[in-house]
């Protein structure tokens, strides 16, 4: 034990003062004759006073005194820190993003060890591993008092690059040439790099090495995928550990919201897992970022940029000329597979959901209905690629004008072509086969290679025309164009002068022509494509948190071509890099190959045992005061007085006051919750995952509704009908499941529930029963059969006639005026009864929908909204629970609103 004021000890010395006092006695009495005292000495003369007190009540009186002294002086136990820092100390932190997960326990143990090294006196210097940004180089700094380097160390936060230890060698190899010498504390990581074992050497050269790290932490990165996947695919890294880990992996939209989770598991003693997210085309383009949940930091995040998203893009199919393997979209589908959303049918159903681009082979613009629907598409902003062939070579030859019956004109060629063809050994022939000239600089194609290998023998020939070069994007050396373009409308029209297989040219067996489709496919995305030697400047970098801040001071650009085999830097810190249209992401995961656990150096320590050093002198001056308050109680309760006794029944009647009556004392036991507090239900279906988001989405519900009314709405309740008292619910959520079925008793129960004034509310979770096939999954997030399901639940049920719901119906303006009613999905009907029916006061017993509501009312523990709804996202998820409360007041209020429109003719008739 230690003292941090000793000098206080000399109040010790009043103790035998103190004992003297209240030892001491009082003077005798003056012996003196009195007459009267015979008639005194006939009254009961009252209890003498004590001439002293009791030994007990001395011991405790200068106990109370010796503790208070000791309380003054402040003791201390050292825990944890003696030994360790009792001199002037080196202390050195790894604070790169290894170290983000677990920095709250490392400033815990920080702090203790300030407070030791305050309370002995002592100072330290500051070694941090990784520099703060690119302009800071790494120094040790001076040794410091505890409080000034609190002051430094409390505001600091993890970086998001890796540390630097050959530059922390250098910086204590400077410290060794200055013959400093003292302990070290080093708080380590746990991550390996090539350059511990100089580093190690380097502490040992200070002083002996006590290291603090945390035995058994997990630490995470994301990566890029191994085999040279893209899009949402991503590799999870960790230090191997002797036991399986899971995590899960959270898909996020640049405003937050979560589209996804999908669950990781690393197998014990494995050190990475690959991860390829399966989510709707309609969803995927939106994710963000990645994130682990639970994990701190950058080394739980991975960016996307746009090199990473999926275009849709539409192959127009024709089942004469598409056959496996030789087939018109054969080498399209190879080609495009890795990189884009391939959607195939005929134009109509291509024309029928958004694309960026649509690639259409020979023959399949024939008619010029197909090509009036195309051209409306372009003109809004698509971008058509066509492919030549001998179908497109007759239909040129026949749109001539000497025709006796001509052909509308192919308006969607970039240029005029030639009538025939060009081939070897024809009129126009070549000697040989031509190779590609060097794309222009003004081409797409302009940063890519040309093999020596790729020839053309026949192709279709444009017209030769004074604007023909500004059209052509590449050519043979030659001179003839191979690809042109041109604007037409918003879009733009491109045409391969040659077939799509490999009948006229060997283009479509190279990687050549993989290139080519994706620059054009990019290009018609509006993303551009900077040149390897292009800098990209930051625009938006990672903190310690692993949240998108502004760039640290000193961030410089990085190469176009240096992205995903560069490591984070302070020059180049991890984040989001160029403009808008051409964006990259450096992300923490791009540059270490594998995560291996570091080697420990010198004595060690769990970090998470680092405690504190204990004051025990408040505890003691705390006593102190106890006794005292016993001695001064005792005081009261020997003299008797009728003021202690008042006192203490004052005292107990305010506690008896304070208690106050048993709440609920008059209710019986056995009276369910929702009989005391109004609380909406749902229909247990066993499945735990519809029952779970049913839960869930009621009690967003809930939430919303007291947030927004005067109704007071508590937790819901999952209810079985044929067991449970449907009676205290005005309004029951059922939705419905493909293997839903009903019994007898169900049935019984949930007409008397309808019939007495209770609202059943039936969701078919995104499956129209009015539209899709029994045996069809209908629309997104369906199961299929959920139409003969509903069937069978509503065998049996006193349903009214229905009719749908419209923005005239009651229940769309009984709190919102609405127009539209979506939920998780929007477009389809919601059903109801007819209005006028009299059953219930015209109240409609049932609601029938299929927009899946509850997903786009859940909300989880954490207070997140899981269920991305679709398509409106945030906008749409108001609209849903602004319908839920419509719903709610309607099921609490029944027709009020529509009673109102009476109010006039009421109010008339009491005045007459």
Not at 551 to 566: E, Y
């Amino acid at each position: 034990m230690m003292l941090l004021a000793p000098w206080m000890l000399p109040g010790l010395l009043a103790l035998p003062v103190v004992w003297w006092l209240l030892h001491a006695l009082p003077p005798a009495p003056r012996v003196q004759s009195f007459p009267p005292m015979a008639l005194l000495r006939t009254l009961n003369a009252p209890p003498p006073d004590a001439t002293s007190a009791p030994l007990w009540r001395l011991l405790l009186r200068c106990a109370a005194v010796g503790l208070l002294v000791l309380g003054l002086a402040q003791p201390i136990f050292p825990r944890g820190q003696a030994g360790v820092a009792d001199a002037d100390c080196l202390i050195v932190v790894d604070n790169g993003w290894a170290a983000a997960s677990t920095w709250p326990q490392r400033i815990h143990a920080l702090d203790g060890l300030l407070d030791h090294l305050s309370r002995t006196g002592h100072g330290a210097r500051l070694l941090l591993t990784a520099r703060s940004d690119a302009l800071d180089p790494m120094t040790i700094q001076p040794t410091q008092q505890a409080q000034v380097l609190r002051g430094m160390i409390d505001p600091l936060l993890p970086r998001a690059w890796p540390v630097d230890r050959v530059a922390a060698t250098h910086a204590l190899g400077q410290l060794a040439q200055q013959n400093w010498r003292g302990p070290v504390i080093y708080l380590a990581d746990g991550l390996a790099t090539p350059a511990d074992a100089a580093f190690g050497a380097a502490l040992a050269k200070i002083g002996p090495v006590h290291e603090m790290y945390l035995p058994g932490s997990d630490i995470t990165l994301l990566t890029a995928p191994g085999s040279g996947e893209n899009g949402l695919a991503t590799r999870l890294r960790a230090v191997p550990r002797p036991q399986p880990r899971t995590w899960l992996l959270r898909l996020e939209t640049a405003t937050g919201g979560t589209l996804a989770l999908v669950p990781v598991t690393l197998p014990a003693g494995g050190d990475h897992v690959d991860i390829t997210p399966d989510l709707p085309a309609e969803l995927r383009n939106k994710v963000d970022h990645l994130s682990l949940d639970g994990v701190n930091g950058p080394g739980g995040v991975r960016l996307l940029d746009e090199r990473e998203r999926q275009r849709p893009v539409g192959l127009i199919s024709s089942t004469s000329s598409d056959t496996p393997l030789m087939g018109s979209l054969f080498y399209l589908r190879r080609a495009l597979q890795p990189t884009a959303e391939l959607r195939e049918g005929d134009l109509d159903t291509l024309l029928a959901r958004p694309l960026s681009v649509i690639i259409a082979p020979d023959g399949t613009l024939g008619s010029p209905d197909s090509r009036r629907k195309v051209e409306a598409w372009v003109r809004g902003g698509g971008t058509l690629i066509r492919f030549a062939g001998p179908l497109l070579v007759q239909s040129d030859s026949s749109d001539s004008s000497a025709s006796p019956d001509p052909k509308p004109a192919d308006t969607l060629l970039p240029v005029p072509l030639m009538g025939g063809e060009r081939v070897l050994g024809g009129t126009m022939s070549w000697s040989r086969p031509e190779h590609l000239a060097p794309f222009p600089a003004t081409s797409p194609f302009h940063d890519l290679d040309i093999p020596a290998d790729v020839t053309v023998s026949r192709q279709v020939l444009a017209q030769p025309s004074t604007d023909l070069d500004s059209h052509s994007w590449a050519r043979l050396t030659d001179g003839t164009p191979l690809v042109t373009h041109a604007a037409l409308g918003a879009g733009q029209v491109v045409l391969f002068h040659v077939t799509s297989t490999a009948e006229w040219s060997n283009l479509p067996l190279s990687g050549l022509f993989v290139g080519m489709l994706q620059h054009l496919i990019d290009e018609a995305s509006g993303i551009e494509t900077p040149a390897g030697a292009t800098l990209l400047a930051p625009y938006m970098t990672l903190d310690g948190d692993g949240a998108l801040v502004t760039p640290p001071a000193g961030a410089q650009a990085l190469r176009a071509d240096a992205f995903g085999r560069t490591a984070p830097t302070p020059e180049h810190p991890p984040g989001l890099y160029g403009p808008r249209n051409s964006r990259r992401a450096l992300n923490p995961g791009d540059g270490p190959a594998r995560l291996v656990a570091q080697d420990t150096i010198g004595t060690t320590s769990d970090l998470r045992g680092q405690v504190p050093d204990l004051a025990i002198g408040p505890m003691l001056m705390v006593l102190a005061t106890l006794l005292l308050i016993v001695d001064g109680a005792i005081s009261v309760l020997q003299r008797g007085r009728r003021w202690g006794r008042r006192a203490t029944g004052a005292m107990l009647a305010l506690a008896c006051m304070a208690h106050g009556p048993a709440h609920g004392a008059d209710i019986p036991p056995d009276v369910p919750q929702a009989a005391l507090e109004t609380r909406l239900a749902y229909i247990v279906t066993g499945h735990a995952d519809i029952d779970d988001v049913s839960k869930e989405g009621l009690q967003g519900l809930s939430d919303y509704v007291n947030a927004r009314t005067s109704a007071v709405l508590g937790h819901p309740d999952g209810v079985v009908p044929e067991h449970d008292d449907l009676s205290y619910y005005p309004l029951i959520y059922w939705p419905v499941t493909a293997d839903a079925s009903t019994t007898p008793a169900r049935t019984a129960a949930l007409n008397t529930y309808m019939r007495h004034g209770g609202i059943l509310m039936i969701d078919t979770q995104g499956q129209d029963p009015a539209t899709a096939p029994d045996n069809a999954s209908g629309y997104t997030g369906s199961a299929p059969g959920t139409a003969a399901a509903l069937r069978r639940m509503t065998g049996g049920l006193d349903i009214p006639p229905l009719a749908k719901l419209d923005n005239h119906h009651v229940l769309s303006h009984t709190f919102y005026l609405l127009h539209d009613f979506p939920g998780r999905y929007d477009g389809m009907p919601v059903w109801v009864a007819q209005e006028g029916d009299s059953t219930n006061d015209g109240v409609s017993p049932v609601i029938i929908g299929s927009n899946d509501w509850a997903h786009a009312w859940a909300v989880d523990d954490s207070g997140n909204t899981p269920y991305a709804p679709v398509p409106d996202g945030a906008d749409q998820r108001v609209l849903a629970y602004r319908f839920g409360v419509n719903a709610v007041i309607y099921a609490l209020t029944g027709n009020y609103k529509a009673d109102q429109v009476h109010v006039p003719a009421l109010l008339k008739r009491l005045g007459e």
